[in-house]
């Protein structure tokens, strides 16, 4: 029965170790006190160490404990060998300081209350720590490279949308203002291009005009503004309103990016230092300011008379010329100048018409599908030839043609021209929301490096810490065998195991 129990393990957890230890008076309850001085007599003895690299390793980077003080003893009894008298003590301080702590720890195993703290300190607490800090620091690398992708994709994304807005105004995006200002000053060419195709329109013209009159019985003139630009191409805005061709044409300033205003130090102020002896007032040589600085007889010498010149000369008559039919005949200025595509007003009428030519060729091609011939020939049989003749592809065809002419006028390219046309402080708006793309593209890079930057320090801070982690299991597995094996002394060498020792 004896053998029995001889071989049953003893089962301790490590949380619980020291609580176990003094329950059963392998130690004291004041245990504590005892390490105070002990530690006081290990802080002084290290001041005196012999040169030997196992002793500065047991030294350097780790709490010194009872077994520590043991090995420190056994190379000292080495390393002091010559001070042995003849009795086999040891004459040496050093190896009496470190026997003497040797000593202390072993007085109601002292020693084995300290070690059962410290693995229960490293198990619980020391080694917890340093895995949560090693896990913060890769999960702060695994964060700040997904940051730094997301960076990335957003300041291209951002490049992406800076360059489609940059394709839709039909740029390249190099410099925005110079380019959008070199557009419009190409308009007029288009919107030449665009009255020059609108010749095409005769026919479409022509089927509408019939088609109201038969229909409606309309005698007033359909689609002015279109059948002008027909005829006439892209003129000036001054001859649709008046009906004559402008000998003179005074087109209106186009505004462009101001310059900045020269610098103060630029201005050459002339040298004003020249007085005049007894004026006190600085006066330029050659320059007759017209100020008099004699006191005048007429005012009794009460003070300085100006001169004002000649009183008697006439008024300057200025004439005011009234706008619009007062202006100076077949002189076009200001709108007046501008075509009639360019002109915001005439542009319009010219696009209302065009979109009405367009929804009333929609609807009669709409019809013509849906009409039967017997119905044809019976609405239609007095009407018009060009009603008559029209077939459903031909219609179709003008559509395309009216479609394809709108559409060169209301893109959004277009649209931004004639915006920048009416507004030339448009430029600087554009300007602005494209180049805050580019800026918050560049704060985004600038954002990625920094992540980069905080990676490269949570990566430094893992290897500070692995070495660590490794160091604090080794020596808490060499303190569990310690433990272990001085407990299996005390009861007869029976096993003992301590459990939850996880670093």
Partial sequence: MEQNIQN?????????????????????????????????????????????????????????HYFHCLRI??????????????????????????????????????????????LSRNVSYEGPALRKQLAKAKQLQQEMSRREMECHSSAGNLRDH???????????????????????????????????DAARLEEKIQLYTAFTNFVCEWSEPVLPMLTFVQKRGNPTFYEWRTGK??????RPH??????????????????????????????????????????????????????????DVAPVEIEIVQAGADCPEDVARGSDALSVLENAQS????????????????????????????VAMSQFQSAPRIILIQSSEHVRGMLSEVQDLLGRLTSLRMQHLFMILASPRYVERVTEVLSQKMKQADILELKAVSM?????????????????????????QELKKMIEGDICKRYSNRPVNLMGVII
């Fill in 8 to 64: 049953v393990p003893i089962d301790i957890q490590t949380s619980k170790l020291l609580d176990w230890l003094i329950d059963r008076r392998h130690c004291n309850l004041k245990w504590q006190n005892a390490v105070k001085g002990i530690r006081e007599k290990i802080n002084s003895a290290m001041q005196d160490m012999p040169e030997n690299n196992e002793i500065k390793q047991l030294l350097s980077g780790s709490y010194i």
């Fill in 73 to 118: 003893v056994e190379i000292l009894k080495g390393t002091e060998e010559s001070s042995k008298n003849i009795f086999g003590k040891y004459s040496s301080q050093r190896v009496k300081d470190w026997q003497e702590i040797v000593y202390l720890y072993q007085g109601d195993n002292v020693y084995l209350a300290e070690v059962a703290s410290l």
């Fill in 162 to 196: 800076y360059y489609a807005a940059c394709k839709q105004y039909g740029i390249k995006g190099d410099n925005v203002p110079r380019e959008l200002q070199a557009l419009v000053k190409e308009l007029p060419d288009v919107l030449d291009k665009v009255g020059t």
């Fill in 245 to 250: 061709v402008p000998t003179v044409t005074e």
């Fill in 254 to 311: 186009v505004e462009e990016t101001p310059a900045k205003a020269p610098a103060d130090d630029t201005i050459d102020w002339g040298d004003f230092s020249t007085q005049e002896p007894g004026s006190g007032i600085a006066v330029e040589d050659g320059i007759d300011w017209g100020i008099s600085v004699e006191p005048s007889s007429e005012d009794g010498g009460g003070g300085d008379a100006i001169d004002w010149g000649d009183a």
């Fill in 347 to 374: 542009r319009r009428q010219f696009i209302d018409e065009l979109m009405e030519l367009e929804a009333f060729l929609s609807q009669r091609l709409t019809e013509m599908r849906q009409e039967s011939d017997v």
């Fill in 452 to 476: 980069v930057e905080k990676r490269q320090e949570a990566l430094e801070e893992q290897s500070r810490l692995e070495p660590r982690v490794d160091l604090l299991a080794e020596h808490t």
